[in-house]
Nanobody
């Protein structure tokens, strides 16, 4: 499956952004989807995950209550709504697809990756 992330940009602290990840090539609804983020010199960090049906979601503690992951299987797209953004949310955000359910909090749990979109939170 090919993944294309978009929606990043520059936003002030306290602001909002919505990231999108469009999938193509295989049956999107067969995959659990995740969002990760990464800064230079650091490991890729889990942000959120949503099950293939959208019925189950999981979040990193650092974003819980501020970020919301959702998906539209008819549009082959997963979203990450980010509210109350903080400077420490600055990173390149990646979407990823996981074919088999199971562990979901590390990069090796996912089979396909998008190219990343940069989110900068700064005043």
């Amino acid at each position: 499956v090919q993944l294309q992330a978009s929606g990043g940009g520059l936003v002030q602290p306290g602001g909002s952004l919505r990231l999108s990840c469009a999938a193509s090539g295989r049956t999107f609804s067969n995959y659990n989807m995740g969002w990760f983020r990464q800064n230079p010199g650091k490991e890729r960090e889990f942000v959120a995950q949503i099950s293939w049906s959208g019925g189950s979601t999981n979040y990193a503690d650092s974003v819980k209550g501020r970020f919301t992951i959702s998906r539209d299987n008819a549009k082959n797209t997963v979203y990450l709504q980010m509210n109350s953004l903080k400077v420490e949310d600055t990173a390149v955000y990646y979407c990823a697809a996981q074919f088999r359910s199971g562990p979901y909090m590390t990069s090796r749990d996912y089979d396909y990756w998008g190219q990343g979109t940069l989110v900068t939170v700064s005043s």
